[in-house]
């Protein structure tokens, strides 16, 4: 397997896509919390060089531009069996909706591990991705986010429908 990644320029600003072999194993922002070193990305390629990388950075411009919901990529992260079991869920969560990390930790069969999967969330490497911005805290507030706050209110804004924006506006 070949370690490579690539830098692109979003509206979210810089985002490194990081693909080993044929998965996507990293999607990091420029200032992301838990950022790995960089040197763990492998050999930096431009996005033509790297069909695997190419696809996942042209997706995450559809989903930018509100032209694409979901992701078909072929994901790959790195975590343990109960951060996969977060990871899961995350990912099935809809375009446009939120859950919160208690209720996450209620389909793990467990609602006291709401700290637990926050932790979880928080070292998804495959952010947007799998989509831990549609995670908030028990009472809808927008709480921590790898790639900070702000960005995290820009994605869930994104996703939002025209009702819901048009509500926000008054």
């Not at 790995?36 to 411009?61: H, I, K, Y």
């Not at 930018?64 to 969560?93: M, N, Q, S, Y």
């Not at 908030?136 to 995290?152: D, E, F, I, P, Q």
Request: glycine share 8%.
């Amino acid at each position: 397997m070949r370690l490579q990644h690539t830098v692109a320029d979003t509206i979210l600003g810089s985002i490194t896509t990081v693909a080993d072999g044929d998965a996507i194993t990293g999607l990091y922002f420029q200032h992301h919390i838990r950022r790995p070193d960089e040197a763990t990305f492998g050999l930096a390629v431009p996005m033509s060089e790297n069909p695997l990388l190419r696809d996942a950075v042209q997706q995450l411009r559809e989903y930018l531009d509100r032209r694409r919901e979901t992701f078909d990529l072929p994901l790959k992260a790195a975590g343990d069996d109960f951060e996969h079991a977060v990871w899961d869920i995350v990912a099935r969560i809809p375009s446009g909706q939120t859950t919160t990390y208690g209720a996450i930790a209620e389909q793990l069969g467990d609602k006291s591990l709401a700290q637990k999967v926050g932790q979880a969330v928080g070292a998804n490497p495959l952010c947007i991705f799998v989509p831990c911005h549609r995670v908030v805290g028990s009472n809808g507030s927008l709480t921590g986010y790898a790639g900070g706050l702000k960005r995290k209110r820009v994605l869930l804004e994104l996703e939002e429908s025209a009702a819901t924006s048009a509500e926000r506006l008054f």
